[in-house]
């Protein structure tokens, strides 16, 4: 699929309200084709040597990075805080109302577990939503940097591919310990068998937004194609996702009266 219909699809089956936080590639694609028009005799390169249409061009690359930078950490300090506060609610329900709490009671414990149950899925889900927007963004900018090199003769890819692995949006190691936090939780709030565990998980997800579901279904699916290895791969590709085989299948599996699409 190419990359401008797959982010648009992306766009659509994942956060809409997100649309104007990924990447502008449509806009980038244009200045691409207007530079490669261009003849060198109709140009008037700026102190930088840049002409019009290029300086246009990079000024744009670095507003969309800053753009990516600061959405990815503020979402990133939203999630710090949630999930903070996720296990501070666990442990006054179990402090309160569980078997050795200070005012046990299996009703209200139950119910209140439920509800930091459904609380804990759209957490997991948002975070891999946000992944899911590293990668896609990260995957924009090696294809037009790709197609600004091969159109123009340049060489802009391998140096600012190189300034964007240090950025924030990209760098995602705490994101992905935020999201192995959550699956602990989850093995926490619900300490049974796995069959019962996958019942209960199913009946989870069954009460919890759809909307969520699907969209993280989609982000996973969509970051499985963009990270698998293909006849065009190399090092500025993103490492394969390396899912384990039942890894999406058990989530496809939660909730099998919602249809993906």
């Given amino acids: 699929m190419k990359f401008g219909k797959l982010l648009k699809q992306q766009i659509q089956e994942t956060l809409p309200e997100w649309r104007e936080m990924f990447l502008a590639y449509k806009e980038l694609k244009k200045l691409v084709r207007l530079i490669s028009a261009s003849s060198p005799s109709s140009t008037h390169p700026d102190e930088h040597g840049l002409s019009k249409g290029e300086a246009e061009f990079m000024y744009l690359l670095n507003h969309e990075i800053e753009k990516f930078n600061g959405f990815f950490m503020e979402k990133e300090e939203d999630f710090i805080i949630k999930n903070a506060e996720l296990k501070q609610r666990i442990q006054r329900v179990v402090g309160t109302w569980g078997e050795h709490g200070?005012?046990?009671s299996e009703k209200l414990y139950e119910e209140e577990m439920a509800r930091?149950?459904?609380?804990i899925v759209d957490f997991h889900g948002e975070m891999i939503l946000l992944m899911n927007y590293s990668n896609v963004n990260y995957t924009g900018l090696v294809k037009i940097l790709k197609k600004y090199d091969k159109r123009?003769?340049?060489v802009l890819r391998l140096p600012f591919i190189q300034k964007v692995l240090d950025q924030p949006f990209f760098t995602t190691d705490l994101l992905s310990e935020l999201v192995k936090e959550c699956e602990i939780m989850i093995d926490a709030v619900f300490p049974v068998e796995e069959r019962e565990k996958a019942r209960e998980l199913r009946e989870a997800v069954s009460v919890a937004d759809e909307g969520i579901f699907r969209k993280t279904i989609a982000a996973l699916m969509t970051m499985q194609e963009i990270r698998r290895g293909s006849s065009t791969?190399?090092?500025?590709?993103?490492?394969?996702?390396?899912?384990?085989?039942?890894?999406?299948?058990?989530?496809l599996q939660l909730n099998s009266p919602i249809p993906i699409q």
């Fill in 102 to 104: 200070s005012q046990p």
């Fill in 116 to 119: 930091i149950r459904k609380d």
């Fill in 233 to 251: 791969y190399s090092h500025h590709s993103l490492p394969p996702l390396n899912l384990p085989e039942s890894y999406l299948s058990q989530f």
């Fill in 152 to 154: 123009t003769g340049g």
